[in-house]
């Protein structure tokens, strides 16, 4: 069955994934963008306007709105950073509820950065710890995590009686696809510098692009599950483990290992945070599991093969 689905922020590396996935299986795609270039409908991503038409009847809304993380923490980007999301957040709510053909689903970004940093245990939405209270975590490690929960309470309280929510805890998504975090990875191996990072031993929770994909595709299909939904592979790894297995795929045998203080320095340099790397973060798609959700890459080892070759063939 065709589908409108409405992409608020959907001209960044997931939004390109899902816009080229959800179109050729045939399904009309509507992009919400602050820049309104190409075929894309313009929105400020805080106030109502003409954009609202297309959540008006559509199937199912996305939304990914949001700065991007990869910066410094400072006070202007925090701002940015907390308003793009809460902003977007509520009024795509307004929209919604103001709708008379309301969308039957609204799938709403979340992020897996909302768990506490740990290694004893990985988290799953039953029985997972929200961070925030960890001793001796950075200032900026509670600052992403009070954007995360403030991203989750916007959606929660929009009033929306006849659509589903469902919050997408995300993993990093992993694609071929230049300008990702996958060519992040590829670029530090193929510089020989993806070696264990402050020791590596902090957990990695990724997914592939597909099992992403298809995770949103199992959701909309699936009209009992609503509420936070960690969408990461079940298999997380140590980082250490993580850059040895792409060093593997790539075909390097070498990997020079940094130090924290290097990292802080690199980070410093790049106008980025050490958090991306250093936060253990061990998060398992527990109700996709339960609910017989089948990964089709569900360990690092065959989707980071899958990845090089797909990244080599393009």
């Known amino acids: 069955m065709v589908k409108m689905i409405v992409l608020a922020g959907g001209t960044g590396q997931v939004g390109t994934i899902l816009r080229r996935a959800f179109a050729a299986a045939g399904h ?166 993806a070696g264990p990072a402050a020791g590596g031993r902090q957990y990695v929770s990724w997914i592939h692009h597909e099992d992403f994909v298809a995770a949103l595709r199992w959701l909309i299909e699936h009209d009992g599950v609503e509420g936070a939904v960690n969408v990461a592979s079940p298999n997380p790894l140590p980082q250490r483990e993580l850059f040895a297995q792409l060093r593997e795929a790539w075909g390097t045998r070498i990997g020079l290992p940094a130090t924290r203080w290097m990292l802080e320095a690199g980070a410093l340099a790049l106008r980025t945070e050490t958090e991306l790397i250093l936060k253990s973060r061990r998060v398992v798609p527990g109700r996709l599991l339960e609910g017989g959700f089948a990964f089709a890459r569900p360990g690092w080892d065959g989707a980071s093969r899958d990845l090089v070759a797909a990244r080599r063939a393009g």
């Open 28 to 193: 009309e795609v509507v992009i919400l963008s602050r820049s309104g270039r190409g075929s894309t409908v313009p929105w400020d991503g805080r106030t109502l306007g003409p954009w609202a038409e297309h959540v008006d009847g559509a199937d199912v809304v996305v939304n990914l709105a949001g700065r991007s993380v990869d910066c410094r923490y400072n006070a202007a980007n925090r701002r940015a950073m907390m308003d793009s999301r809460v902003d977007s957040t509520r009024v795509l709510g307004e929209a919604i509820a103001r709708a008379s053909d309301p969308p039957a689903l609204w799938l709403q970004s979340s992020t897996a950065t909302i768990y506490a940093h740990r290694y004893d245990a990985p988290n799953d939405e039953r029985t997972g710890i929200l961070g925030g209270d960890e001793p001796g975590a950075p200032d900026t490690w509670r600052f992403s995590i009070d954007v995360a929960k403030a991203w989750e309470r916007a959606a929660s309280e929009a009033v929306t009686p006849h659509t589903r929510k469902v919050l997408l805890r995300s993993a990093m998504v992993m694609s071929p696809d230049r300008g990702g975090v996958f060519d992040v990875l590829l670029r530090l191996v193929r510089l020989r510098l």
